[in-house]
């Protein structure tokens, strides 16, 4: 059974820090691309960041770029997003997701994910 399980959410100040991992079971994913993404309360699920199946390409919201980093450790199973500078609107449900294309490109539409965790809960106070 393919599993993507997040951790690393909390309760953080703004202009704090924290750092969400997704640990995949049941399959591998090292050859395909994932990202993460968040849903607030009343809005739709919004892409965050996203990395291709070996790392070497990103791409970011506009409104995270520069504070937010999305990285994989493919030995692990593992994706990241290190998260700086928080502010309150980036509170949100974080969930992490896979795609199903082998060797593909970062995604930014949640539709090209059929694999999704749980999701973690990030709460920014002002």
């Known amino acids: 059974q393919v599993q993507l399980v997040e951790s690393g959410g909390g309760l953080v100040q703004a202009g704090g820090s924290l750092r969400l991992s997704c640990q995949a079971s049941g399959r591998t994913f090292s050859t395909n691309a994932m990202g993460w993404f968040r849903q607030a309360p009343g809005k739709e699920r919004e892409f965050v960041a996203a990395i291709n199946w070996s790392g070497g390409r990103t791409r970011y919201a506009e409104s995270v770029k520069g504070r937010f980093t999305i990285s994989r450790d493919n030995a692990k199973n593992t994706l990241y997003l290190e998260m700086n500078n928080l502010k309150p609107e980036d509170t949100a449900v974080y969930y992490c997701?896979?795609?199903?294309?082998?060797?593909?490109?970062?995604?930014?539409?949640?539709?090209?994910?059929?694999?999704w965790g749980q999701g973690t809960q990030v709460t920014v106070s002002s």
């Open positions: 997701g896979a795609t199903r294309k082998r060797f593909g490109d970062c995604e930014v539409s949640p539709n090209e994910y059929p694999y």
